[in-house]
C-alpha cells in the first residue's frame, strides 16, 4: 500500500499556490484494507474513503470505462493491481495527472504536466478526454484561471464533443455551476473566449448564434467587475428578450439574479435617453424624464442594490462613468427628500404614492436644473 498526493494540491503547489484541499490516490489496496484501517467509505460503489483524524479524502487507484451517455456514464474498475501512472493516465488534462511522493520528495509526471504548466499550456492526457463531456466546460474554466492557452489538439477535440449527444446531455444545473464557477475567476472573459473557440457559446447558454455573438462582442470586458452575478448580467442584458428569457427557462436563474436581468433590460433604453440628455445639456425634461421612469421601475427606497448593480452594467457598457455617478448622487437626493417628506394632512390612500411621485420628480427636477449646464 502506497499512498501520493495528486490533483488540484499538486497543480497549485507547483504552481506557487496553497492548495484548499488535499487528495491522495492509494495503489496496491482494498476497500477491506481501507476499512481495517480506520478510513470511512463515501458511498457504496466508489472507492473514495475518509482519512478518520484529517477528514482528507484517499481514492483506490482506479480506471474508468466509458458505458453511457454523459459525464457520469463511467463503470468505475479498481483492484491492487491498477498503476499510479493508470490513475493518472484516465485524468482530464496533463496539468491535473501529477502525483508527489510524501516520501521521498518526488514527483511523478508520466504525461509531461510540469513542462505544460511551465509553457502556460491546457493539454489533454489521452484520448479518452472525449468520453466526458464535463471537461470541455472545465478546460474553459482553467482557461479563466490561469490564463493558459488550449493546446491544438485539445481545442480539435473539445469541438468534437460540444458536437455530441453526450454534450447535449449536461444537465443545466451542471453548466450553470460551471458558469458562476468562471465568472469567479479573475479573467472570466477566457472562459467565454475558449467556449466560443469551441463552439460552445450557443448550446452552453441556450441562446441562438445572433444572441451567441452578442456575448462575445462584451466578453473582453466582464474582467472589469468583482461579482460573478455582475459579470453574467452584463453579458446577458442585451441579448434577444427570447434568448433571456431561454436562459431563465433552461437555469431556474435565483429570484435576486432574474429581477436583476430583466430591470437592467428593461431600463437601458431609459439610461441612454437621460445620457443623450446629459450630453447635450439642452435637454433636461429628456433627462428628468428618464431618470424618473428608471427610479420608479426600480424602487430604489426598498432595493437599492437594483440601481447599484445597473449602474455597474451601464458605466462599462456605455463608458459614462462621470454620468452613472450623476445618476447615483440624484437618487440619493430622491431618497433623502422622501425620508425627509412630511405627509399632508389628508392625503391617504393611493394619494400618498401620488404625493411620493411629485417629490420624486420635484427633486429630480431640482437636481437637474443645479448640475447639467
Do not use: W
Not at 38 to 57: K, N, R, W, Y
Not at 243 to 268: C, D, I, Q, W, Y
Amino acid at each position: 500500500m502506497k499512498k501520493f498526493l495528486v490533483g488540484g494540491a499538486v497543480r497549485d503547489t507547483l504552481m506557487g499556490g496553497i492548495p484548499k484541499d488535499k487528495d491522495y490516490v492509494v495503489v496496491g489496496s482494498t476497500p477491506e484494507e481501507m476499512v481495517s484501517l480506520g478510513f470511512s467509505q463515501v458511498g457504496a460503489d466508489f472507492p473514495v474513503f475518509l482519512h478518520p483524524e484529517t477528514g482528507e479524502e484517499y481514492a483506490l487507484a482506479r480506471v474508468e470505462r466509458k458505458v453511457g451517455i454523459g459525464y457520469q456514464g463511467f463503470a468505475c474498475e479498481f483492484s491492487p493491481d491498477v498503476t499510479l501512472e493508470d490513475d493518472l493516465f484516465r485524468r482530464d488534462l496533463t496539468i491535473n495527472a501529477i502525483a508527489f511522493d510524501e516520501e521521498t520528495g518526488q514527483y511523478i509526471d508520466p504525461y509531461g504536466g510540469i513542462a505544460d504548466i511551465k509553457a502556460g499550456v491546457l493539454r489533454h492526457v489521452s484520448k479518452h478526454f472525449e468520453e466526458d463531456p464535463l471537461r470541455v466546460l472545465r478546460v474553459c474554466r482553467f482557461a479563466a484561471r490561469y490564463g493558459f492557452k488550449v493546446h491544438p489538439e485539445t481545442m480539435m477535440m473539445m469541438r468534437r464533443v460540444v458536437a455530441t449527444e453526450d454534450f447535449a446531455s449536461l444537465s443545466d444545473e451542471r453548466i450553470y455551476a460551471e458558469f458562476m464557477k468562471a465568472m469567479g475567476e479573475e479573467q472570466s472573459s477566457q472562459f467565454i473566449k475558449v467556449l466560443n473557440d469551441a463552439s460552445g457559446i450557443g448550446y452552453a447558454f441556450g441562446v441562438s448564434e445572433h444572441d451567441a455573438r452578442s456575448i462575445l462582442v462584451k466578453h473582453v470586458e466582464i474582467d472589469e467587475f468583482n461579482d460573478a452575478e455582475t459579470k453574467l448580467l452584463f453579458l446577458l442584458f442585451d441579448i434577444t428578450p427570447t434568448g433571456r428569457k431561454n436562459f431563465e427557462k433552461k437555469f431556474k436563474l435565483p429570484a435576486n439574479f432574474k429581477m436583476l436581468l430583466e430591470k437592467t433590460a428593461m431600463f437601458e433604453e431609459s439610461y441612454s435617453l437621460a445620457l443623450e440628455g446629459f450630453l447635450s445639456s439642452i435637454h433636461k425634461e429628456q433627462i428628468v424624464e428618464n431618470l424618473l421612469m428608471m427610479f420608479k421601475g426600480m424602487d430604489i427606497v426598498r432595493r437599492p442594490f437594483i440601481l447599484k448593480t445597473f449602474l455597474e452594467v451601464m458605466t462599462n457598457y456605455h463608458h459614462r462613468e462621470c454620468f452613472s455617478y450623476f445618476v447615483s448622487e440624484c437618487a440619493a437626493a430622491v431618497r433623502k427628500a422622501l425620508k425627509e417628506a412630511t405627509i399632508p394632512d389628508g392625503v391617504v390612500g393611493s394619494k400618498i404614492r401620488d404625493f411620493m411621485n411629485d417629490v420624486t420628480l420635484a427633486t429630480i427636477t431640482v437636481y437637474v436644473d443645479e448640475n447639467v449646464y
